[in-house]
């Protein structure tokens, strides 16, 4: 699998940004996609991800403001972020794998480029 990511910019606080991932392969609909952040000096951290069956996770920080989603017919997973706040500041990366919730993002399998959201307060 193969992953592009893209729809970062830079925004101000309030704003919204939409954030999609396309994905190479057949097998698209088998993995769990999901949207990790990594901000200066901080580790890679899992923001939402979305099971093949459609389940949806969302870190606490994110909740009610951002919003996974996925589309098998197109192989994208779309990360659409609400009522930005500074600290959502970060590069964002897409990830696909058989599992993302609780696993060591050293052992994710399929990693994107990250695409990079700079939100000015």
């Known amino acids: 699998v193969q992953l592009q990511a893209s729809g970062g910019g830079l925004v101000q606080a309030g704003d919204s940004l939409r954030l999609s991932c396309a994905a190479s392969?057949?097998?698209?609909?088998?993995?769990?996609m999901g949207w990790y952040r990594q901000a200066p000096g901080k580790q890679r951290e899992l923001v939402a991800a979305?099971?093949?069956?459609?389940?949806?996770y969302y870190a606490d920080s994110v909740k009610g403001r951002f919003t996974i989603s996925r589309d098998n017919a197109k192989n994208t997973v779309t990360l659409q972020l609400n009522s930005l706040k500074s600290e959502d500041t970060a590069v964002y990366y897409c990830?696909?794998?058989?599992?993302?919730?609780?696993?060591?993002?050293?052992?994710?399998?399929?990693w994107g480029q990250g695409t990079l959201v700079t939100v000015s307060s």
């Open positions: 990830a696909a794998d058989r599992s993302l919730i609780g696993r060591s993002t050293r052992t994710i399998d399929y």
């Open positions: 979305i099971t093949s069956g459609g389940s949806t």
């Open positions: 392969g057949r097998t698209f609909s088998m993995y769990s």
